[in-house]
Each structure stands twice: as structure tokens, then as C-alpha cells.
């Protein structure tokens, strides 16, 4: 069953991303710092550093520096500003009181904050003043509009479903009451209540009761919306469709032969003479496979000889960024059925042989593997989600004026 413990799902940079968040990062905006690097799936894709704060936890020691100063943010005189009904702002007509738009800026400056410890822990010290973008944004600057952002994000949500009369499923409609129980235990114990629950979300949270049944239904209407308008898993799309997006968005399919000419266990580079015979295997082996000129003759004993030979060669669907660069090159440079000649990489010599692209094939990502319908079906709704938003009229009420996190920065008490 899918969990949304007071989780919100959001459309970020053109890609749709699950915020599955509790406690403190209630409707938080992810901030990449720094950005994260793929994992590596074999010797074909891009290799990623040895060691990333994530995997360094346990391996990294604690920075010997001074301590900085701990500070905090008084947001109690913040959330004292306006008046909780008091509306602040309209998106597309419809209001947004101080009470709802403090949540998501509170929610926003808290994640922050935690990311802030996270990489202090590293040594990376950050903090509201520190430059957030290459625009010149500080993070106190990002805190407003990612509140901002998010808030027009759930609008969006419901005035698509409002609009397309779109329902939730029965099952799905369970699941969000599970999910309420489920976060009833969490932060109440078992024998909690909903009354306390409420209670508790408003006190740590500043989270309304109306607010966090609008935040609690909003991942499970996003995906009634997508289901409504591509169905499930994008099956609405038709394999003509999906193949056409595939081959626009450089997405091809491939299986090869790997003559190596390192050692794949260490990358040291094998000795000249052995270099010299795999050279010579590689350029046999493309020969022979370039010679056949039946098609699936040619398949059948490229199977055969990537059975003789392969030491680390596979399948593959993939796009762009994925695989090394010269694989991907000598990829695209053929025709569906036709073999390479021999492709030099830093890990030696690949044979390949390009694949037609199919409708349900798996697309290796940087990410992870997905349907290629699934993805379509992700990447159209999430750019006709961001186009509503891009027509949005957003205004402000006279007077008001978003607050800045620095104005109410304080030492923190000992």
C-alpha cells in the first residue's frame, strides 16, 4: 500500500517528484546540495565518485573546526504578522489565508534547516546568508518562493480534478484513511486520537485541520488525475505514441560485446600485447557479424559469439547521459539490425548491435529502470501540470509582503 504520512506530492523542474515527508518537512521543497550523482550499473554508464555524503556517513569524521553559533528562527513572531483567516494572496481567483501560506513557508524554512545540520555534519558549513542558486539566491530568499511554488502546485492539483471530475477509486479512498491512522499512531501512539492528532499538527506544525486533509489527498488525486487522463501506467498511450517519444527523447536500444582492454575489476590497463589480440578479436568478430546479411541470421550468431566472448557485455535501453559517451555515439550512429565496428571506450572495445525500440520496453535511467509508457505518461502530465501553472495569475494583497527568515534569525538559548 502507498503511504502518504502527511506526504505531498510535487512537480519540480520538469519532473515529477515525491516528497513522502513527515514531521519537520511537512510540504517541503527538496534543495539539491549538492546535486546528487547516479549510481553506476556496470562498466557502460557513467561512473560516479567513490564516495558521496550519503554513502560517507558512517566513514566520514566529524569536522574539526569550531563550532559556529547556533542560531534559530523565532517563528512564533513571524506566524504573529497577520491574522490567521486574514487572505494574503489569490492564485487564478482563489484565496490563500496567512494560515495556509505560513505552513508551507514553515515546512520549507524547517527542511532547510535540517539540510543545513545534515551537511554541516560533513563540513560544509551553509546557513540562511549562504548563496543557494547561481541566480545570486540566498536560502533565505528560496524559502518564500518555494511556499509560493508550492502552494500553486496543490491549486493546480485540484482545479485539474475539479475540472476533469476526476474520483478517487474506493481502494484509494481507504488507503488515505489508512494513511490518517497511520499518522494518528505517529504521532500520537496507538492509543492516540484524531482530536490529538489535530491538536499536535497545530502546535508543532501549524497545520490546520482543512489544510492537512487538502495535503493528505493531494498525492493520491495526482495520481487519480494521471490515471484518468493516460491510465494506468500510461497504458492510454498506444505503441505508436510511445515509440515516437522514445526516439525523440534520444532513447535507443542496443546489446553489444565487450572485448576489454583493462582489468574490469581493477581498470588497470592490460599489457600491450594482449591489448594488441583484443584489437584484432574485435575487429574479427564486427567482420563477421557486418558479413551476414540476413538480419536475424545476424542476431543468432551475435548471441553465439557475445556467449564466446562477452565478458561484461549486456543489453540495453537507454538514453541520453546514461551510458558512457562513446558507447552512446556508436549507438546512434546505426540503424536497427545493423552491427558496429568496433567502438573504443576506456574499458576496450564493444561490437554492438542496435536494437528497434519497443513500446513496453524498460528504460535504464540515471535514476533507475522504468517502463517507457510509464514515462511518457509521467513527462506529459507533468509538463500540462506545469503549464497551468505558468498561466497562473498570482497576486499578492496590497501591504503584504512575503517575510524574510533574516529579519528573525536569534541566538538560540543554551
Known amino acids: 500500500m502507498k ?18 515527508l513527515s514531521g519537520d518537512k511537512l510540504f517541503a521543497e527538496p534543495v539539491q546540495l549538492p546535486e546528487e550523482t547516479p549510481q553506476v550499473i556496470d562498466a557502460l554508464q557513467t561512473p560516479a565518485p567513490t564516495e558521496t555524503p550519503a554513502e560517507a556517513e558512517t566513514a566520514l569524521p566529524a569536522a574539526e573546526e569550531p ?32 494560515q495556509d501560506y505560513f505552513y508551507a513557508y514553515f515546512s520549507q524554512a524547517v527542511n532547510m534547516e535540517q539540510q543545513f545540520q545534515m551537511y554541516q555534519n560533513y563540513g560544509m558549513a551553509l546557513g540562511w546568508e549562504s548563496q543557494a542558486d547561481e541566480e545570486g539566491h540566498s536560502f533565505a530568499d528560496l524559502v518564500p518562493q518555494l511556499a ?26 481507504e ?72 526516439d525523440l527523447s534520444g532513447i535507443l536500444s542496443a546489446n553489444h560485446i565487450l572485448i576489454p582492454t583493462v582489468d574490469l575489476s581493477t581498470g588497470e590497463a592490460l599489457d600491450e600485447a594482449t591489448i594488441a589480440e583484443k584489437t584484432e578479436l574485435a575487429k574479427q568478430i564486427a567482420a563477421e557479424l ?7 541470421e545476424r542476431e543468432k550468431r551475435f548471441l553465439e559469439l557475445k556467449e ?4 561484461d557485455g549486456g543489453a540495453y535501453v537507454f538514453g541520453p547521459g546514461v551510458m558512457v559517451q562513446e558507447f552512446y555515439d556508436g549507438t546512434l550512429a546505426l540503424e536497427p539490425g545493423q552491427v558496429s565496428d568496433p567502438v573504443q571506450s576506456s574499458y576496450g572495445f564493444h561490437v554492438i548491435l542496435r536494437r528497434p525500440i519497443h513500446a513496453d520496453d524498460v528504460v535504464t535511467t540515471s535514476e533507475g529502470s522504468y517502463a517507457a509508457r510509464t514515462m511518457m505518461a509521467d513527462e506529459l502530465f507533468t509538463q500540462m501540470m506545469s503549464e497551468r501553472m505558468e498561466a497562473q495569475v498570482v497576486e499578492y494583497n496590497e501591504g503584504f509582503e512575503a517575510p524574510s527568515i533574516l529579519d528573525y534569525v536569534v541566538r538560540a538559548e543554551a
Open 3 to 20: 503511504k502518504w504520512i502527511i506526504g505531498l506530492l510535487v512537480l519540480c523542474l520538469a519532473v515529477v517528484v515525491v516528497i513522502a
Open 67 to 98: 563550532a559556529a553559533e547556533e542560531k534559530t528562527v523565532d517563528y512564533e513572531a513571524i506566524y504573529a504578522l497577520h491574522e490567521p483567516d486574514e487572505v494574503v494572496m489569490t492564485v487564478d481567483g482563489k484565496p490563500v489565508t496567512w
Open 148 to 173: 509560493e511554488q508550492n502552494l500553486r502546485r496543490v491549486i493546480t492539483a485540484e482545479s485539474v480534478t475539479e475540472e476533469q471530475n476526476i474520483r478517487m477509486l474506493p481502494d484509494e479512498e
Open 175 to 246: 488507503e488515505i484513511q489508512a494513511a490518517h491512522q497511520e499518522n494518528i499512531e505517529y504521532f500520537c501512539g496507538e492509543e492516540g486520537t484524531e482530536e490529538e492528532l489535530f491538536q499536535k499538527l497545530w502546535e508543532q506544525r501549524y497545520l490546520t485541520e482543512d489544510f492537512y486533509w487538502r495535503v493528505l489527498r493531494f498525492g493520491p488525486l495526482t495520481e487519480a488525475t494521471r490515471r484518468s487522463l493516460y491510465g494506468n501506467d500510461g497504458m492510454r498511450l498506444n505503441d505508436k505514441q510511445v515509440e515516437e517519444w522514445m
Open 290 to 296: 557486418q558479413a551476414i546479411e540476413d538480419p536475424a
Open 308 to 311: 564466446q566472448h562477452d565478458a
